[in-house]
Nanobody, 120 residues
């Protein structure tokens, strides 16, 4: 069972920056695609960004140009650099890892979430 632990959330003013980290309990290279999701109060969880073990990234339109996703396979850690934060970025941010099971599909692992609050 893979364990994912997020850190780095907090309270920041609009226009500020935060860096989230997601530490995995095993070699993340074997986990394949990893990503960040977020869930604001009263809303569904949404995709923020993903990154493959080769480094290819995909970001939601709402965060393009402001957020950067990266991973350090040697440290078994994934990051989300968030700049020019907006009030609407306020949410609980979750780390996700998706392990391919080949013919049997895939298995998702989730962290416990870290709160990001952006104030005016």
């Amino acid at each position: 069972q893979v364990q994912l632990v997020e850190s780095g959330g907090g309270l920041v003013q609009a226009g500020g920056s935060l860096r989230l980290s997601c530490a995995a309990s095993e070699n993340i290279f074997s986990l394949g695609v990893m990503g960040w999701y977020r869930q604001a109060p009263g809303k569904q969880r949404e995709l923020v960004a993903t990154i493959t073990n080769g480094g290819s990234t995909n970001l939601a339109d709402s965060v393009k140009g402001r957020f950067t996703i990266s991973r350090d396979n040697a440290k078994n850690t994934m990051y989300l650099e968030m700049n020019t934060l907006k009030i609407e970025d306020t949410a609980v941010y979750y780390c996700n890892a998706r392990r391919s099971l080949g013919f049997f599909g895939s298995q998702d692992y989730w962290g416990q979430g870290t709160q990001v609050t952006v104030s005016s």
